[in-house]
């Protein structure tokens, strides 16, 4: 069990120094790896975004959707 910080990073890590291998979405450097800025989304729904690069994905909702 490692304990992480909120930026996610290993505190195991942190407190030794050192190097250490990032998780795969956290290094991907895919320029799709983000979700668009500027991508509408209707109320009540969501858009789920894949990174084409790394396979991680992120849900976005509408910040006016009353769910
Ligand atoms: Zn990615």
Redesign the pocket.
């Known amino acids: 069990m490692i304990a992480l910080d909120e930026a996610g990073m290993p505190l195991l890590a942190v407190s030794t120094g050192g190097s250490f291998d990032l998780p795969?979405?956290q290094s991907?450097?895919?320029p799709?790896?983000e979700p668009p800025g500027l991508l509408y989304i209707p109320a009540g729904q969501g858009y789920r975004h894949v990174?084409?690069?790394?396979?991680?994905a992120r849900v976005l909702t509408s910040p006016s959707s009353t769910l």
């Open positions: 795969r979405w991907c450097a895919h799709e790896h990174c084409p690069g790394c396979g991680a």
